[in-house]
């Protein structure tokens, strides 16, 4: 009889919505975005050497994927809000390393960073396409580019220049956003989602979803252009400065470029109204030939420092417009009984992208100079280009127009 004197949205939660999802992309936007320039500075002087920190990043990254592609089997045990909680709970303990800042504990307080940022993404997205709609995923995903626009512009600056203020400040920042975005996730009582239950039976195998995963050709295209619009990103982000510096112009114009470059993501909402009104297929496509094009432009002129960067600047324009709709053609591909797993194999793009980068780039730089891996990165975005030609033509258009644009044929 008590019950029916509690209020109704106390005694349910209510339905999640695009801007919940977008503004826990923010909040953790902001903690990626503080620590994106500061942390490998932390790294290098932690561990003295280029070579040192590349081997961080490197063991970094694997334990990262596997520890991503284990998420889906870790929440048929353990309730997905709980899975998030230890996502941010990973964030605010690599932060606490990273201050101590003793030798050994910063390639460690790396690795739970990065296992924070796969754990919050796969149980991010599983939540995603729990409750946004095929038709909607659009718009959640610019409506994220938004919400993320502000940290993303201004945290690298931010971070380094808190850094040259204290070493230990960008971390006790970034911690601070950590607990807000625990706090938010909490607050929206997003649960553990929908559950779409199977035939009964005992747990899969962790990694037996794999074989699920290659059987479905869309699935794996889908996965193919994350990892490349990642490593077009993991090129812009890192090596260009490097080319600043060893060019002679400064150590901070690599810095300022990618803020004005994350500066973009304001646009998302009118960049997306323009991709999806000219198909999914025709804008990623486009999207990654003109990325292609300008990276194998910039390293054609590189004797012209300048013209070099503003070239990788315009072919970040295309990134910012693949980090909007490249991530439809995988997700539009995925089966509801299937989102947990398939959220987790997507994850594991991010830390393919850094392992794949710095190997494809060492290998370069045996034969070529430094240039040389704009020009490859320019050589992979022109594979992801011809691949996505094989997109069917109507992804992404919503029923009613595409059965108007097939009768206006017939």
Not at 149 to 159: T, Y
Not at 364 to 379: D, K, M, R, T, Y
Request: proline share 6%; with cysteine; net charge positive.
């Amino acid at each position: 009889m008590a019950n029916k004197f509690i209020p109704l949205h106390l005694k349910h939660a209510p339905t999640p919505r695009v801007e919940n999802f977008a503004l826990l992309a923010g909040l953790e936007a902001a903690v990626r975005g503080t620590l994106v320039s500061a942390m490998p500075l932390a790294v290098y002087d932690a561990l003295g050497s280029a070579e040192a920190t590349s081997s961080a990043y490197f063991v970094a990254g694997i334990v990262s994927m596997l520890w991503g592609l284990m998420v889906p089997w870790a929440t048929r045990h353990i309730p997905r809000r709980w899975m998030y909680t230890l996502g941010c709970v990973l964030y605010l303990i690599g932060m606490a390393l990273a201050i101590i800042g003793a030798g050994w504990l910063m390639p460690v307080a790396l690795t739970c960073l990065a296992m924070a940022t796969a754990t919050t993404f796969v149980c991010l997205n599983a939540y995603i396409l729990d409750y946004i709609d095929r038709q909607n995923l659009g718009r959640s995903q610019s409506m994220q580019m938004v919400f993320s626009a502000g940290p993303w512009a201004v945290g690298p600056l931010l971070g380094v220049w808190l850094r040259s203020i204290w070493g230990p400040l960008p971390f006790i920042v970034a911690g601070s956003c950590a607990l807000v975005l625990l706090i938010a996730f909490w607050v929206l009582r997003l649960g553990n989602g929908k559950q779409i239950s199977r035939a009964k039976g005992p747990a899969a195998n962790p990694l037996a979803y794999l074989g699920r995963f290659f059987a479905q050709p869309r699935l794996i295209a889908g996965w193919l252009f994350a990892v490349m619009r990642s490593c077009g990103w993991w090129v812009y982000v890192v090596y260009l400065p490097i080319f600043c510096i060893e060019a002679g112009l400064g150590d901070k114009v690599g810095g300022v470029a990618l803020s004005l470059s994350n500066a973009l993501l304001f646009a998302s909402p009118l960049m997306l109204r323009h991709a999806r009104a000219a198909s999914v297929r025709r804008s990623v496509r486009f999207a990654f030939g003109m990325c292609g094009a300008l990276f194998v432009a910039a390293a054609l002129v590189s004797p012209l420092p300048w013209a070099t960067v503003f070239l990788c600047m315009a072919a970040a324009v295309f990134l910012v417009l693949l980090d909007i709709i490249g991530g439809l053609p995988f997700l539009m591909a995925v089966k509801p009984s299937e989102r947990t797993e398939m959220s987790a194999v997507y994850s594991s793009f991010r830390d393919v992208s850094g392992i794949l980068t710095p190997g494809a780039a060492w290998l370069v730089l045996l034969v070529a100079p430094l240039p040389g891996i704009f020009a490859a990165a320019g050589a992979g975005l022109l594979t992801a280009w011809a691949i996505s030609g094989r997109l069917h033509p109507r992804l992404g258009i919503p029923r009613v127009a595409a059965a108007a644009q097939g009768a206006g044929k017939g």
